[in-house]
């Protein structure tokens, strides 16, 4: 493994991703790393991923994880958990990356709409900024709805805010409300460009 101690948890996605890579499993980096590539960085980078995987295939994955060294736990979501499975992968040092086995409302061709950004020597597959938007809404905990309020101001008018709309509805009447104020405030703000829609 990359990591030599802790506050490493960025190096130990890079081990995580090699592994998914092997297995040909879709994934989307997620949470406090795509918010920094969306122009929300926060002090924490913990490592969250979401992927393209089975039910039937998680108990697999999480012995090829274990092989490969990894410390795992997983966790089964209730009926109505919007995340059906957790693998939460850790090293000797407390470093993490939690694998998102699905989220409820997920677009699953949002794996077609992925940034791929350098990163020490990689390139890393992080979720689009309309996807991250509308999972931000979704999940609608304060810093969550500042996150997507930066990502939107920042994307200006390269914002598809069609787009965002319609993936926000995937998560709900909620999520899809939560989003509207946001980009109302882009579109009169000074700051940005107001986002289109297309």
């Known amino acids: 493994m990359r990591t030599k101690r802790a506050g490493e948890s960025a190096l ?9 890579t ?9 949470g406090a790393m795509a918010a920094a ?14 992927v ?15 092989t490969a060294g990894f410390l795992t ?16 992968l850790s090293d000797a040092y407390a470093n993490r990356v939690d694998l998102l086995i699905g989220l409820q409302g997920f677009d699953s061709l949002a794996f077609s709409r992925l940034l791929v950004v350098p990163f020490q020597g990689r390139a890393l597959n992080f979720i689009g900024r309309e996807d991250f938007i509308a999972m931000k809404v979704f999940a609608g905990g304060p810093i969550d709805l500042l996150d997507a309020r930066r990502a939107i101001a920042a994307a200006g008018n390269a914002l598809d805010a069609g787009l965002a709309r319609r993936l926000a509805t995937r998560y709900g009447r909620e999520a ?10 882009a579109a009169t703000s000074g700051d940005a460009s107001p986002p289109t829609s297309k």
């Open 22 to 30: 092997s297995r040909k499993i879709s994934y989307a980096v997620v």
């Open 37 to 50: 590539v969306h122009a929300a960085v926060r002090a924490s980078m913990d490592a969250d991923v979401v």
């Open 73 to 88: 736990e997983l966790t089964r979501g209730g009926p109505d958990d919007p995340i059906p499975a957790l693998l939460r």
């Open 12 to 20: 130990l996605l890079l081990d995580v991703v090699d592994l998914l």
């Open 52 to 66: 393209s995987a089975a039910m039937a295939e998680v108990e697999n994955l999480s012995r090829a994880c274990r």
């Open 176 to 185: 899809a409300a939560a989003l509207e104020p946001l980009l109302a405030r």
